[in-house]
T-cell receptor, first 109, second 115 residues
Framework: GDQVEQSPSALSLHEGTGSALRCNFT?????VQWFRKNSRGSLINLFY???GTKENGRLKSAFDSKERYSTLHIRDAQLEDSGTYFC???????????FGTGTSLLVDP | DAGVTQTPRHEVAEKGQTIILKCEPV?????LFWYRQTKIQGLELLSY????????DGGAFKDRFKAEMLNSSFSTLKIQPTEPKDSAVYLC?????????????FGPGTRLTVL
C-alpha cells in the first residue's frame, strides 16, 4: 500500500533556531497535510497543500508531487512549538489519508 | 467556530456489548470519515461518506462495524458485538470536497477499551 516515510522521528532544537521535517512518499500523492498533536491529543491542522509552498508565521511547508516529498520548516523555534508533528498524504486515486509516523519535537531554552 | 466533535471521549465496554460512537462534522462539510487508530496498525479507514452516501464501508470491518449518517450534521459508528481487539482510538474527520481536493479536519477521538 501507500507508504509515507517521515523523518526525523525525534528532533531537539534550541530556542531561536530552526530545522526541517520531511516526508517521502512511495507513490504519487494528490495532496499533503501537516498536523501538530496538541496536549489533549487532538490533531491541529497546520497546512494543506496540493502543490507549491505555503507559509504561516514561523512555519513554512512545501510539497512536490512529482518528486514525492513534502517538507515542514520551522524557524525561530519557540518553547510552545514542542510537540508531535505528523504529515498525512492523500493518494491520487482515493481519499484515505496515510499518516507518517510523526516527529517528536522538543524545543529547549 | 466549532470543529469536529466526538462523544464520548472515553468508553469502556465488556466483551459482547454494543456501543455507539457519535460524531458531528464541521458545519457545511460534505465528506465524513471514520478511522481507527492503533499503535500496531496505525490509521485504518472504517467508513467514508460523501454527501451522506456511504462510499466506503471498510472491507474487513463490515461484519461488526456499522456507520450511519442520518443527516449531514451527525454520524454514528456502531460496534456490535465488541471484542477486546476493538480497543483503540476511533477518529472522525470531515472535509469540504471541491474540485477533488479536501482538507480533512479531525475530532478529538473516542478512546474505546473493551474488557
Amino acid at each position: 500500500g501507500d507508504q509515507v516515510e517521515q523523518s526525523p522521528s525525534a528532533l531537539s532544537l534550541h530556542e531561536g533556531t530552526g530545522s526541517a521535517l520531511r516526508c517521502n512518499f512511495t507513490t504519487t500523492m494528490r495532496a499533503v497535510q501537516w498536523f501538530r498533536k496538541n496536549s489533549r491529543g487532538s490533531l491541529i491542522n497546520l497546512f494543506y497543500l496540493a502543490s507549491g509552498t505555503k507559509e504561516n508565521g514561523r512555519l513554512k511547508s512545501a510539497f512536490d508531487s512529482k518528486e514525492r516529498y513534502s517538507t515542514l520548516h520551522i524557524r525561530d523555534a519557540q518553547l510552545e512549538d514542542s510537540g508531535t508533528y505528523f504529515c498525512a498524504a492523500e493518494p491520487n486515486m482515493g481519499y484515505k489519508l496515510t499518516f507518517g509516523t510523526g516527529t517528536s519535537l522538543l524545543v529547549d531554552p | 467556530d466549532a470543529g469536529v466533535t466526538q462523544t464520548p471521549r472515553h468508553e469502556v465496554a465488556e466483551k459482547g456489548q454494543t456501543i455507539i460512537l457519535k460524531c458531528e462534522p464541521v458545519s457545511g462539510h460534505n465528506d465524513l470519515f471514520w478511522y481507527r487508530q492503533t499503535k500496531i496498525q496505525g490509521l485504518e479507514l472504517l467508513s467514508y461518506f460523501r454527501s451522506k452516501s456511504l462510499m466506503e464501508d471498510g472491507g474487513a470491518f463490515k461484519d461488526r462495524f456499522k456507520a450511519e449518517m442520518l443527516n449531514s450534521s451527525f454520524s454514528t459508528l456502531k460496534i456490535q458485538p465488541t471484542e477486546p481487539k476493538d480497543s483503540a482510538v476511533y477518529l472522525c474527520a470531515s472535509s469540504l470536497r471541491t474540485n477533488n481536493y479536501a482538507e480533512q479536519f479531525f475530532g478529538p477521538g473516542t478512546r474505546l477499551t473493551v474488557l
